[in-house]
């Protein structure tokens, strides 16, 4: 579902609360695009409760209270965290996150972090704030590699890393240098995937 303002995405999650069969549906994936505005993906029976963070200090205190961050976007000058209680991924699931102004230094926090056990579970910019927000999860049942370069030799890494096992988790292009982050994850449960780097959607 597409929503063009910031109002109108709140008001639909406030309205998600009830929506299937007295079942609540949370937010399973968030996305943002400056002029089609937010596209977001529910799903039923997707954790226990769900929270939208638009100040990022308040994410330790959600934190605190036994949420994660799952999902993220920003619009304008607003970043938007959805951060989910008791799902199945995240569960118990030590997370950190950080905010840089640069894709170069973004790239080497990236990097420090996954030498340190983590993995990139969410990543946008604020065009607004010029800044990225980066979140990253300690997922030790699974391993990553990842990706940092530009978009037109990505394709062949990519195939070469599903050939042993991986598949794409994350995949976000720099609007600034149009440089492209592909995170990829073991995980048994996928077999197969698609790409389509550089499509247009039409509004």
Avoid at 41 to 67: C, H, R
Avoid at 127 to 139: A, D, E, N, P, S
């Amino acid at each position: 579902m597409i929503l063009k303002d910031y109002d109108s995405f709140l008001e639909l999650v406030k309205e998600s609360g009830d929506r299937v069969n007295g079942q609540p549906e949370q937010i399973y994936s968030l996305a943002c695009d400056e002029n089609l505005g937010f596209a977001v993906f529910f799903m039923n029976k997707y954790g226990t409760a769900q929270a939208v963070v638009t100040n990022l200090s308040d994410i330790e205190k959600k934190w605190e209270d036994g949420f994660q961050v799952t999902s993220c976007a920003a619009r304008d000058s607003t970043f938007c965290i959805i951060m989910t209680k008791d799902t199945d991924e995240y569960r118990d699931k030590q997370q950190m996150w950080f905010t840089c102004y640069t894709w170069n230094k973004t790239c080497d926090q990236i990097n420090e972090q996954i030498k340190a056990g983590f993995t990139v579970t969410g990543i946008c910019y604020c065009t607004g704030l010029r800044q990225y927000f980066v979140v990253l999860t300690k997922i030790p049942e699974v391993k990553n590699s990842h990706y940092i370069y530009d978009t037109t030799a990505v394709l062949n890494w990519m195939d070469e890393q599903h050939h042993v096992g991986y598949h794409p988790t994350i995949i976000f292009t720099d609007p600034i240098l149009n440089k492209t982050l592909v995170v990829m994850t073991t995980d048994e449960k996928r077999s197969s995937y698609q790409y389509v780097f550089g499509y247009k959607l039409k509004y």
